[in-house]
């Protein structure tokens, strides 16, 4: 049977609860994306960073935030707050109105997998971009896509859609 | 950061040499010569990944960008070298399965190109 994950909105979530997290803000600077996420995960223990792969899974929530949330406006902020104690954990917020289109780009993701799951790639290749109203030539869905798989202890939006709750555990853990 | 390409010449196939990170300030430069080179038309085109180090999903969605070109002009689309972030990215993104894929420049000169 085929199981299809999902993006999904709880704001009583537990990934919301910040206590203990350490935080930082940027102004939406689209060119210093990658560097927020360094910056952020300067003193992250080594097993946690799978070469650059939690880099870059970082970078992409936060790009979502600066591109399709604060689109682009450097007067807004940012926020992000993190822990990487025993698991990696984030929670980044943006100022904008939020993903509204969540659950249309739930129906996107199912029809997608589905077409991937019978083999049909003619059609998993005319699904292979999900194109919202504000999307560019260049956005497709795929980090999110990839984001639901990466985030493996769950990935949860706010009410407002504009925030975003992630963690993702390790086998070995971190040995702190 | 930097991407450099290198498209190989000869009749009816590319290869295209990717060095460095392929991100969202980068990934256009990829697309463009994919994109010229399936233009041409070629009728086989590798896409080496042997030493690029990191593709993020504006990277995977310039992949996908070159499959549904090279669909259009009946090019044949195949990659190798891919190891590491870019290999995970592409598979966490559910895309590995819609390119022929070969660990080595060599596997893929063997069976793709001379196939």
Known sequence: ?176 | MNVAIRAGQSETQAIIEIDGEVDMYTFGDLQNIAFAEIDRPRAKILLDFSHVEYLDSSGVGCVIRILQRAKLHNTRIAACGLNGTPLKVLQLSHVLSLLATYETRVAATTLFLAS
Not at chain 1, 27 to 46: G, K, M, V
Not at chain 1, 116 to 126: K, P, R, S, V
Request: net charge neutral.
């Open chain 1, 1 to 176: 049977m085929l199981v299809v994950r999902k993006l999904i909105v709880d704001d009583l979530n537990p990934l919301f609860d910040a206590q203990g997290m350490k935080y930082v803000e940027y102004p939406s600077d689209f060119s210093r994306i990658r560097q927020y996420a360094a910056e952020i995960l300067a003193t992250c223990p080594e097993p946690f960073r799978e070469g650059n792969l939690l880099e870059q899974q970082l970078s992409e929530i936060i790009k979502n935030g600066i591109k399709h949330g604060n689109k682009g406006d450097s007067a807004k902020k940012i926020k992000v707050w993190y822990d990487l104690r025993k698991r990696a954990r984030f929670i980044v917020e943006d100022e904008g109105s939020g993903f509204q289109r969540l659950e249309e780009w739930n129906d996107f993701f199912a029809k997608r997998q589905t077409a991937l799951a019978n083999n049909d790639f003619e059609t998993f290749l005319t699904l292979a971009n999900y194109r919202g109203p504000d999307s560019d030539d260049n956005d497709g869905g795929n980090s999110l896509i990839a984001a639901l798989e990466y985030w493996n202890g769950g990935m949860i939006f706010s009410g407002k859609r504009n925030k975003v709750g992630v963690v993702r555990w390790f086998s070995g853990g971190s040995g702190i």
